[in-house]
């Protein structure tokens, strides 16, 4: 693990720190910056970085989970699914016990319901092999980090003629995400960490209107300390100069194009739907994928019947503000109370990419980190 571990480095994270507080002294006024990706959100509470950063720079969690994201209707429709009783209904694990109007998918398959975990869509798949007089349906949600494994597993499922498989498609797309936050005038940001396992699949080119059109900075960064760090240097550079530019800190991994591969296996397999409805963001156009009519044999939502209903969050529950970046998790009124990740009221705490499931993990261990380099130094061990 030493490649990994060069990227925890204390002595280098101490360097950083030092330059980001002589930027941050330069500094007109303080600044917000979001990170966009849940993977961003959790690895900055796990090392304690929101709380050893200049208080000059505040920042901000974003609508980057893709479970956090999923309205209470879309759950409801996963579990109508599952009451067919000749459907096996496979779902990652995360999505289990994500709470729809009545009950999860976990309370469902406690009640009767063949509902089984996964860790990758070709588990489905071979689930679909094993069962050939049942209907496997897979519960497919995530970014476009996760769509091409799905695509590829319905093309797979296609030249295999796998006829008792299909797929509950619930993907989204992150630039319309991106461009409902910036079109919101109640949400003043000055820059944004952009998510490093999306750009891996779509490269840096898509996010170039944030900095032409809206003129903000964006920095697409890798998950180890050292590289929001380094990310975090990055964009107080751009304000700085008063630069706005797409930079590409995780070039180890991201390339500007993206990964050829994997858009094509999307592109033959989704088209985009004319609107998806988002928890916190409301129905936003063109920001959801649905499986193409070429392949519409595959399509639960064409196989099955689904309510397709809208159904309001829990009144206490403050999801959508937390995942829009107006509120902090600790400003939820029902946060670590009546809300925890046994009994999760919002999605925020349930999936292991959000916001309030990172701050309930994490939160108290980083706010024991300090505030500022003698602490960091005393407590290296941490990264």
Known sequence: MKYVDEFREPRKALSLLKEIEKLSQQLKKPVKIMEICGGHTHSIFKYGIEDIL?????????????????????????????????????????????????????QAKARGADIRM????????????????????FFALGFETTAPSTALTLLQAASEEINNFSMFCNHVLVIPALKALLDNPDLQLDGFVGP?????????????FICQKYYKPIVISGFEPLDIFQSVWMLLQQILENRCEVENQYNRFVEKTGNSVAIAAMNEVFEVRENFEWRGLGDLPYSGLKIRSDYAQFDAELKFPVPNLKVADHKACQCGE????VLKPWQCKVFGTACTPETPIGTCMV??????????????FSKMVGKGMVELEKTSNIF
Request: a neutral charge.
């Open 322 to 325: 937390i995942l829009k970046g």
């Open 196 to 208: 490093g396992h999306v750009s891996m699949v779509i490269g840096t080119d898509p996010y170039e």
């Open 118 to 137: 996964v860790y990758s869509p070709l588990d489905s798949l071979q689930i679909a092999r094993d069962n050939p007089d049942k209907e496997i349906v």
């Open 54 to 106: 200049p208080k000059t720079i505040e920042l901000i969690h974003g609508p980057g989970c893709p479970v956090c994201v999923m309205p209470k209707g879309k759950l409801d429709d996963a579990i109508a699914i599952s009451q067919n009783p000749n459907v096996i209904l496979a779902t990652f694990g995360d999505t289990m016990r994500v709470p729809g109007s009545k009950s999860s998918l976990l």
């Open 351 to 364: 999936s292991s990419e959000g916001a309030c499931a990172a701050y309930y993990k994490y939160g108290r």
